[in-house]
């Protein structure tokens, strides 16, 4: 247990269904991390959220869609995904990303693993 | 963006140290070394990281060359469970912080 939860720990969708993966810790960080992990490729830096803010996308296809209600969440809502969208989905958190200088350390969930049908 | 070379596959014998290289030639002079590992079928951890001085802690040690364009992530005595891919990332001091990994070692250990 990392103090970072994600649920589910596995999903499968079709391309036409809409589902949300979710993101919870409690280790009073204030910068949270989506990545994407796909089949043997490195990992994949998808947003980031400062106290709540969105302050990095990086060039995410719209079906993919975050939501950081507070620091301690953040959601990833999925819709009409692609097959190739199937990967495993990391959610990390740090002390604020604006306020540490090269020496941030993310802490990372278990990720979701989705499958896209 | 400072880039790091990794092997791509390490083998080691159970008990014995390990030495994981990492090159980063290109680095800035305020970007620190980090290491994180990912485990099977886990999300990547932390493992150690420094900026200019070795630095060591529970789970290994970090050795960092004089003109800083490598270092070595050194784990004492491995074991079994320390079968992972290991990531070697440097911490850009710019306007992004968010870590950038590449494709790391895979660390095989033989009992």
């Known amino acids: 247990e990392t103090g970072v939860t994600q649920t589910p720990r596995h999903l499968v969708m079709g391309m036409t269904n809409k589902k949300s993966l979710k993101c919870e810790q409690h280790?009073?960080?204030?910068?949270m991390y989506w990545y994407k992990q796909s089949a043997k490729k490195p990992l994949e830096l998808m947003f980031v959220?400062?106290?709540?803010?969105?302050?990095e996308n990086n060039s995410v296809p719209s079906r993919f869609s975050p939501e950081c209600p507070n620091s301690s969440h953040l959601f990833l809502h999925l819709h009409t995904l692609q097959p190739e969208d199937s990967a495993l989905y990391l959610c990390a958190s740090s002390q604020p990303a604006l306020s540490l200088s090269g020496a941030n350390v993310l802490t990372f969930g278990a990720g979701s693993r989705l499958t896209v049908l | 963006d400072a880039k790091t070379t990794q092997p791509n596959s390490m083998e080691s014998n159970e008990e014995e140290p390990v030495h994981l290289p990492c090159n980063h030639s290109t680095i800035s002079g305020t970007d620190y070394i980090h290491w994180y590992r990912q485990l099977p079928s886990q999300g990547p951890e932390y493992v150690i990281h420094?900026?200019?001085s070795n630095v060591n802690n529970r789970m290994a040690s970090l050795a960092i060359a004089e003109d800083r364009k490598s270092s070595t992530l050194i784990l004492h005595r491995a074991t079994l469970r320390d079968a992972a891919v290991y990531y070697c990332?440097?911490?850009?001091?710019?306007?992004?912080?968010?870590?950038?990994f590449g494709s790391g070692t895979r660390l095989q250990v033989q009992p």
């Open positions: 280790l009073g960080h204030n910068a």
């Open positions: 959220y400062n106290f709540k803010e969105q302050t």
């Open positions: 990332i440097l911490a850009l001091d710019t306007g992004r912080r968010a870590l950038t």
């Open positions: 420094g900026l200019t």
